[in-house]
């Protein structure tokens, strides 16, 4: 393997990283030098240097191999989150290096969870950085990079290849330079009109530039203690569940019904299966929360329970409502939702709807082929067929998920953390959602986790934002020869 090249294209995405941390740094100057513009400056510096280094002594190389593109892909996201910490780290505060650590890989990986127990004590240049690693992380650091930097010539395939999964492909019909730039022009245009949306109903600028980077991003991260119930606003609340649930629709869909063209969101069934539970497990949650009495009137049950269903299922993790004190029916529908997620091709995480509905669809084939053994059945999802190896992998995925789920909340269980608290972490990480229940419910935060476990459930971050088997192949290498 040609290491030389892997740390040639590192290097460039970590070029991109800097660029964010000067805007960044430049919020901080144009905000009357806030505490955090030299954290900022310094880690631009520092970011840069290191990304530049590979430029000047590695020559360039786009004959790439499908284990150089995973290893660029991975290492890419790592360094990433190492380097992202340096901002936090150096500004100091509630930032030791595991909580800056976390904090990073947190804001990557559009996970959202949070160690800071007063997320408003941080300057603004240090905020938009914090929403910056959303924005940045929630389409894909290579992917965005790829984009952006000129002159990637053939390794775009190899690269885009390893960053997107087959699922999330189904829906793309087009070339990987094409697909690159529909992905852009759907993930900017939405961030700008929400912003523009939150600016026209009385949000600042400034927030609402990071709520839309945290909302698009699917992450969470808010610049406000109390996430979106700071703004006490139902306005503000149904945009931001507008562009959630259109976040978690895969990007090919939503470009191709902007272009009037016949794959759009109205004809896909995943899209349908994706709506269908939202309103279902809405329908549950209010429900729960009418029965246990936490709302006095179907309407706020119904305004809340939305909310924290649509922000838990598209893995966004913004609050309109502490759900510290919700029954326990809320509360495993929720945890379903974090779960399945949005679909393939979106920014959101988990198993995906795609997965779980053509699950659904292998469950029935199979009863059906023990009814009539002679049968030929084929499962066909938005009108194609689906292989066998497709659902196989499909399959294969969820176990994995659920594998990953047990071993995490075992060890999590060790280091003396009550059930719901260890099971809720491990999912949210999984997932990529933020918040979980028990001790970290909406509104609290993972501050007070061993240390052991923030480092545990960083990495249950970076392997469920890589769909587990581009992680896997890191450490199977030797085994490509």
């Avoid at 594998?403 to 060890?411: E, K, R």
Wanted: one cysteine or more; proline letters at 3%.
């Amino acid at each position: 393997m040609k290491f030389g090249v892997v740390i040639r294209y590192v290097g460039l995405v970590l070029l991109f990283n800097a660029a964010f941390m000067l805007i960044s740094a430049l919020i901080s100057l144009f905000n009357g030098l806030d505490t955090g513009f030299y954290p900022l400056l310094v880690s631009f510096l520092i970011t840069s240097i290191i990304g530049s280094f590979p430029l000047i002594f590695v020559p360039n190389d786009n004959n790439l191999s499908n284990k150089e593109s995973y290893v660029i892909v991975t290492m890419a996201w790592v360094m990433s989150c190492l380097l992202g910490m340096l901002p936090y780290l150096i500004w100091g505060g509630e930032f030791s290096p595991t909580n800056a650590w976390f904090e990073s890989t947190s804001g990557f990986t559009t996970t959202g969870a949070t160690i800071l127990s007063d997320v408003e004590a941080l300057p603004k240049g240090l905020l938009f950085w914090r929403a910056s690693t959303h924005w940045v992380g929630g389409v894909g650091v290579v992917l965005f990079a790829l984009v952006i930097l000129p002159s990637m010539g053939r390794m775009k395939m190899s690269l885009s290849s390893a960053e997107m999964s087959m699922m999330a492909k189904d829906n793309f019909r087009y070339t990987t330079k094409k697909i690159l730039k529909i992905i852009v022009f759907i993930y900017v245009g939405l961030t700008l009109c929400e912003t523009a949306a939150l600016m026209l109903v009385g949000m600042e600028p400034f927030d609402a530039v990071t709520n839309s980077f945290s909302t698009v991003a699917t992450g969470g991260f808010c610049i406000r203690n109390q996430s979106i119930m700071y703004y006490h606003s139902v306005v503000i609340e149904i945009i931001v569940m507008f562009f959630m649930i259109l976040s978690g629709i895969h990007m090919g869909l939503v470009y191709a019904t902007i272009c009037g063209k016949r794959n759009n969101i109205f004809r896909s069934e995943v899209t349908r299966f994706y709506i269908l539970s939202i309103v279902i497990c809405t329908a549950i949650v209010a429900a729960g929360l009418l029965m246990n009495h936490n709302y006095p009137t179907f309407g706020e049950a119904i305004r809340y329970g939305t909310f924290q269903v649509v922000s838990h299922i598209t893995t966004t993790g913004f609050a309109s409502a502490s759900d510290a004190l919700w029954p326990p029916l809320a509360i495993i529908t929720i945890i379903y939702c974090m779960i399945q997620c949005s679909m393939a091709g979106s920014t959101s995480g988990g198993i995906k709807a795609d997965r779980v509905l053509l699950m659904f669809k292998a469950i029935r084939a199979r009863m059906l082929k023990l009814q009539h053994p002679n049968a030929v059945i084929r499962i066909k999802q938005n009108g194609v067929t689906q292989d066998d190896g497709m659902i196989n992998a499909a399959i294969l995925l969820v176990v994995i998920y659920l594998l990953s789920a047990l071993g995490g909340t075992v060890l999590l269980t060790a280091m003396n953390l009550d059930l719901l608290t260890s099971f809720t972490a491990v999912i949210s990480s999984l997932s990529n959602v933020g918040p979980g229940f028990g001790k970290i419910s909406n509104l609290d935060n993972f501050g007070a986790l061993p240390a052991a476990a923030k480092w545990l459930l960083t990495g249950l971050m970076l392997f469920g934002r890589l769909e587990f088997f581009g992680f896997i192949h890191i450490f199977m290498l030797r085994s490509w020869k």
